[in-house]
């Protein structure tokens, strides 16, 4: 399997202005004719070269022609010609989910990253844009409704029960943005006026029986529209905007002009079967398909390496319309815990790269945490070093400049650094460089002469490919808190560390100060501050910053449960003083209170150790949670016994219900009997999916009849609702139990079971993997049973395969005896016979 680098990147040989397709539409056999014009670009004589995989050839004209392995070359006389082809594909039999597939009788496609040379032979880059108008015909009675980009042209009836309709997008996209959908939907339908007064026609596709939980994502597709108008000035551009839902997609969803297509799961929501977490993620992902229209189609990609020009910017762009919509700190906090849990760990371990990546085996696997989350938190920083209005004049001149054009990271900086007169040129390392920087921070206060001193240090630790490196820019909104008073001493200070070492001089300061560092997690990256004791409990409990109190609290939390771990003596008291704080404050909202008082996950505490210990961990993190319970045990009763009807989706209602939750959580671990006729009471009274799924979960880890009652009483409510049934499988692979790994492989067994299916496959076997303690049970059975899983689904679906390979990756952070059977695991996988270019990069990168 060959590299591909970025610094080999050349412009196309032919480009590609118009293609016409006429496909007639056969689940078993659907045979694409496509019409390319085509242009040669440049002065060379070379080729035109088309891009093809798992197309059967049927026909060639416009030129001499042969196969480079799946390449079609032809040869071209002239400066521009049409090039026809004729293939036939089969989507029953596409089981890789990319190109033209099916999903429950419903036939669409996929085509981002390189699924468009799955539907016809074409250059398949993103450099290269055309024009598309698409003719689909098909039986009528299987496929009622036919959609794709842009808008419908005409339509008819056909001969023998057939009929046909023809789309035309007049917007040049690349192949990667191209779809089509048929199949037998129904829309949810309405409209949005754009700023300038047009009408635009929206449609949610579904089944006709899901139609009444597509609610929610129209509201928030409008209001994402509102928001991009508002916000960037940005205005929906044709007169149709559709969205399909699908049960079996590899991803989240796509972006396809007009037409985006989504799992199912980021549609489809009600109150009754989805949490308000999976309520909240529907419309983060609704608007960020919704806003790539500009951070992605009307200006796209050069080449795959910049895949973060769209991706960090549109996650940056989401993450802003979702807290706008609610809580902006609780947002923050939820955004940074992700980054903690995904990219963090993929920054520190064998598969790290740039959010500009220099070489891939398999694109597909560069959808990452780095190229997205911390793409985004790039952008972000870039905002808070230029300011709000800077920023905007920003994405202002880059938008009009690059308009229909394919460009790059550089550019986006370009733009930047133009509109705002500032200098970013160091600022380009963090597109460079991979690693999560470390800093150092020690204050030092001089009462006599009323000044503190903020000594920083920075490193950024190797990583692959890249074993030394330079200080980045690292933007730190800093503020100093009176130990006394409690109050701010001055104003929040922006300071850019951007050396090795550096020291900051605060003055009038006449009281002991407290160092309130990195708010609002202003750079992504890990503080290691010195702290005097008791400092951490005062800014749990003055820090006026949300994230920085937020931060305090954890900061406690993790020194008892790191201590714990290590098998030192800890005192849990402080911990337990600043959550009682924090559960009975009038101040602070409870959706603040339900964040804050969730303890760092089991890998968290894993990521801050030397080696990480699953067991002592595990010990330490219950041992905490327990004596909090049963100290806390009235106050957090109170908090469980409030709540707030299931249709109300405020944040102060969403916040109750999840503080409701996680006090039900902490009871559970103080008192695991006496809770779990509890947490089956609101199991049972629950008039929402946020209040049983939360009971479900905690019921899932205890010893208790309850515990099966609940399960069984949950599958049988929901065993025809595809999402939940989803959540019933995760449920249990998430149980912290010694049980958990032979439960999971019955599960395998089960009826409702397939590794078919992206959602079911991650549901099972991803939550399992994910669920630490579980998985790495001495003696390494859940690291064989996981690589035996990869290796079925590689056979089936290699990307989603591929995503399963970072668990066994970690192994270099798990003392021998565990490493060496992760190892080993990794090893077996890279001998399989046929294995995927997907999985072997990941496993060969894993092992070196
Ligand atoms: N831009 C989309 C990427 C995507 C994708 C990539 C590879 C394989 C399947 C895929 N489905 C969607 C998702 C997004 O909006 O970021
Ligand atoms: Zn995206």
Redesign the pocket.
């Known amino acids: 399997h060959v590299a591909v680098l970025r610094k080999d990147y050349r412009p196309p040989d032919w480009l590609v202005p118009e293609v016409a397709l006429d496909v007639v539409l056969d689940p078993e056999r659907t045979v694409v004719r496509a019409t390319l014009k085509v242009e040669r670009n440049g002065d060379h004589d070379r080729p035109l070269r088309l891009a093809g995989d798992d197309l059967e050839l049927l026909k060639v004209s416009g030129g001499e022609w042969h196969m480079d392995g799946t390449t079609l070359v032809v040869a071209i006389g002239g400066d521009s010609a049409t090039v026809e082809t004729e293939v036939a594909i089969a989507p029953n039999a596409n089981s890789k989910?990319?190109g033209l597939y099916a999903s429950g009788g419903i036939l669409c496609t996929?085509c981002?990253?390189e699924?468009f040379r799955r539907i016809t032979f074409h250059p398949d880059r993103p450099d290269v844009l055309s024009r598309y108008r698409v003719r689909m015909s098909g039986d009528k009675g299987r496929y009622p409704v036919l959609l794709a980009n842009g808008n419908e042209v005409t339509k008819g009836e056909g001969e023998g029960g057939t009929h046909w309709a023809e789309w035309e997008d007049p917007f040049p996209k690349p192949s990667y943005l191209f779809a089509m959908v048929a199949g037998d939907l129904q829309p949810n339908r309405d409209h949005f006026t754009t700023a300038s007064g047009r009408k635009v026609d929206l449609g949610i596709w579904v089944r006709e029986k899901d139609l009444p939980k597509t609610a929610h994502a129209m509201e928030s597709l409008k209001a994402a529209m509102a928001w991009d108008e508002k916000q960037y000035g940005r205005e929906y551009d044709l007169d149709v905007f559709n969205i399909v839902a699908v049960d079996d997609?590899?991803?989240?969803?796509?972006?396809n002009k007009g037409l985006n297509i989504f799992n199912s799961r980021y549609v489809l929501a009600d109150t009754e079967t989805a949490t308000d977490a999976d309520i909240d993620a529907v419309a983060g992902?609704v608007a960020?398909?919704y806003f790539?229209n500009w951070s992605?189609n009307r200006v796209t990609c050069r080449d795959w390496f910049q895949l973060s020009l769209?991706?960090g910017f549109?996650?940056f762009r989401d993450q802003s319309f979702s807290g706008d919509m609610g809580s902006e700190a609780v947002k923050r906090i939820d955004d940074v815990r992700l980054l903690r849990a995904a990219q963090f760990p993929e920054d520190s371990g064998p598969l790290a790269h740039p959010v500009r990546p220099d070489s891939y085996m398999e694109i597909?696997n560069f959808?990452t945490a780095t190229v997205?989350n911390k793409g985004a938190e790039l952008i972000r920083m870039m905002k808070t070093i230029l300011g709000p209005e800077k920023f905007r004049a920003g994405t202002d001149l880059y938008f009009q400049r690059h308009d229909g054009q394919a460009v790059t990271c550089e550019d986006f900086v370009r733009a930047m650094e133009d509109a705002s007169g500032i200098d970013l040129k160091h600022f380009r390392l963090w597109y460079e460089q991979a690693g999560t920087p470390k800093v150092t921070a020690k204050l030092e206060h001089d009462a006599e002469a009323r000044t503190a001193t903020l000594a920083l240090t920075q490193t950024v630790p190797p990583t692959p490919e890249q074993p030394t490196k330079m200080p980045m820019p690292l933007p730190l909104q800093t503020a100093l808190i009176g130990a006394n008073s409690g109050a701010e001493i001055g104003t929040e200070r922006l300071i850019i560390l951007d050396k090795s070492e550096d020291r900051i001089t605060f003055d009038g300061v006449d009281e002991p100060p407290l160092l309130s560092i990195n708010r609002g997690f202003s750079a992504p990256i890990i503080v290691e501050a010195e702290r005097r004791p008791g400092e951490l409990e005062r800014l749990a409990q003055s820090d006026g910053d949300p994230f920085a109190r937020y931060e305090a609290i954890q900061e406690l939390m993790l020194r008892v449960l790191i201590g714990g771990a290590n098998g030192e003596a800890v005192d849990p008291d402080p911990v337990i003083a600043a959550m009682r704080d924090t559960l009975t404050s009038n101040a602070l909202d409870p959706a603040f209170k339900g964040e804050a008082l969730v303890m760092p996950s089991e890998a968290l505490i894993g990521d801050r150790m030397e080696k990480v210990d699953p067991d002592a961990i595990h010990a330490a993190r219950e041992g905490l949670r327990a004596a909090v319970g049963r100290s806390l045990a009235r106050e957090l009763g109170e908090a469980q016994r409030a709540g707030a009807p299931g249709s109300d989706l405020s944040p102060d209602a969403k916040g109750m219900r999840r503080l409701k939750t996680v006090s039900l959580a902490l009871l559970a671990a103080g008192d695991p009997a006496g809770t779990a006729p509890l947490a089956k009471a609101q199991y049972d009274a629950a008039d929402n999916m946020t209040d049983r799924q939360g009971a479900l979960g905690i019921l899932s880890s205890l010893d208790a009849a309850e515990r099966q009652q609940a399960f069984d009483d949950f599958y049988l409510r929901y065993r025809d609702d595809t999402l939940v049934v989803d959540k019933w499988f995760a449920l249990q692979a998430v149980a912290q139990r010694d049980e958990t790994l032979a439960t999971v492989r019955a599960l395998t067994e089960h009826a409702d079971f397939t590794l078919a299916n992206p959602n079911r496959a991650r549901s099972l076997i991803g939550a399992f993997a994910g669920n630490q303690w579980a998985f790495h049970r001495s003696g390494g059975e859940g690291y064989a049973f996981l690589a035996d899983m990869i290796l079925a689904i590689d056979a089936i679906n290699p990307?989603v395969a591929a995503r399963l390979i970072p668990p066994l990756g970690r192994w270099r952070r798990f003392h021998e005896d565990r490493a060496s059977l992760m190892r080993g695991e990794l090893e077996r996988i890279l001998k399989a016979p046929g294995l995927s270019k997907d999985v072997y990069e990941q496993a060969s990168k894993s092992l070196a």
């Not at 997609?249 to 972006?255: K, L, R, S, V, Y």
């Open positions: 989910l990319m996929q981002e990253s699924g997609f590899n991803f989240g969803a796509m972006e992902v960020h398909e790539h992605g769209k991706e549109t996650v597909t959808y997205y990307q």
